[in-house]
């Protein structure tokens, strides 16, 4: 809880550091990677730097938090820090490097509002930035522990599937020969690759199912430049280079938009794009564990053609006892699909009371689905969501 004294500062300020955080994170990140320029090479997302997602991340979860403190101050923020501490976890984040990021963001913040950065000011956001990164601290701490406490290992590619032109499938299995710890349905983890300038970069990808208990499966979406950036050189990597029998590091698995709560309730599964590989995998895991409650399945694409595991999508959904499939295509619409994006009132899709929805895809679709279950009735609270393509932290994307 942010102390009084220093709420009143927070309050009054604000609007100022608000107004201004675009500029602070900007100013962060040069200092920091001036300082550190290998946080840059190996562990930041230097697309993401590139394009400016980065700062924009930092600077919208600063604001969230210290807006949270304010409005909400017998409230800790668990689903925003919830969410951040597992991308850290999945990274290898340590304790000490907040120490580093406290030195380069306070003097960022000193360089951009200069004399308005008074010790009271100073003092008050110092006490929100050790309120943040404290209480991340401790969660990651348990999320090591439940993980084992391992960093990342090598994997071998043992397998190797196209699924369509964009996204391809990898089977992997520790090169030590270890045992794999479970996973939940809708975690991912972080895959380190390194590129042929000799820098190591890491993403999050979803685990897309779990063919045995011996091999982790993720699916990769090759991000394609659009004439405003370029591709994503780890995708663009992974599918242009690795092939069977090359290694890989990996992380344990992290994430937090994982199936929970009461299993009776009925559950609606939307994606859209690669945002199909965690439903994929809680569709499994919901056929291999006898669901019996309704299922309604989501999902919106450019083509059948487009759909990545659209196999396993159909399989895993006709195993269950109440399911019901909308596939939406832009074009090429087969019979049994929708024409057009996903609408959830065109298509009829049954909201039932009680629903629990997962939902993950890119931002406009995100926005669109959760107003309109929202509008259907479903509590805010039971809209569970991870935005495809939106880093948070460093090394997503």
Request: net charge negative.
């Amino acid at each position: 809880m942010l102390s009084e004294k220093s709420a009143v500062t927070v309050r009054a300020s604000l609007p100022a550091v608000g107004a201004a955080i675009g500029e602070i994170s900007e100013r962060f990140y040069a200092r920091l990677f001036d300082a550190h320029p290998d946080l840059l090479r190996n562990l930041f997302n230097r697309g993401n730097q590139a394009a400016g997602t980065q700062r924009q991340a930092l600077a919208g979860s600063i604001a969230a938090f210290a807006t949270h403190l304010l409005d909400r101050p017998e409230q800790r923020p668990d689903a925003l820090l919830g969410r951040i501490a597992h991308k850290h976890a999945s990274l290898g984040i340590a304790p000490e490097q907040y120490e580093v990021v406290h030195e380069h963001l306070f003097a960022a913040i000193a360089e951009v509002l200069g004399q308005a950065v008074t010790p009271e000011v100073a003092a008050a956001w110092d006490e929100v930035y050790w309120l943040m990164a404290n209480a991340l601290v401790a969660i990651e701490k348990r999320l090591y522990e439940e993980s084992g406490g391992t960093g990342p290992r090598p994997f071998e590619v043992v397998e190797r599937i196209r699924e369509t032109a964009d996204v391809v499938t990898f089977r992997v299995r520790p090169a030590d020969g270890g045992a794999v710890r479970g996973f939940r349905a809708g975690q991912y983890v972080s895959v380190g690759v390194t590129l042929p300038d000799g820098a190591r970069q890491i993403r999050q990808y979803s685990l897309s199912g779990a063919p045995d208990e011996s091999v982790r499966q993720f699916s990769v979406k090759w991000v394609r430049g659009d004439g405003t950036a370029p591709d994503g050189e780890v995708s663009r990597h992974l599918h242009a280079h690795v092939r069977e029998g090359d290694v890989l590091e990996l992380s344990e698995p992290y994430g937090d938009l994982v199936l929970g709560g009461a299993t009776d309730r009925p559950l609606l599964l939307a994606s859209a794009g690669i945002g199909v590989t965690p439903m994929v995998a809680m569709l499994a895991a919901l056929a291999a564990d006898g669901h019996r409650a309704p299922v309604t399945v989501v999902h919106g694409d450019r083509s059948p053609a487009d759909h990545a595991l659209r196999a396993d999508h159909e399989a895993y959904a006709a195993k269950l006892p109440d399911a019901a499939v909308h596939f939406f295509y832009e074009r090429d619409a087969a019979p049994g699909s929708h024409p057009g994006r996903v609408d959830l009132d065109r298509a009829d899709v049954l909201v039932r009371p009680g629903t629990r929805a997962y939902l993950c895809g890119p931002l406009p679709f995100m926005r669109a689905v959760r107003t309109r279950l929202i509008e259907k009735g479903v509590a805010p609270a039971d809209i569970h969501y991870e935005v495809e393509g939106l880093a948070s932290v460093p090394g997503t994307g």
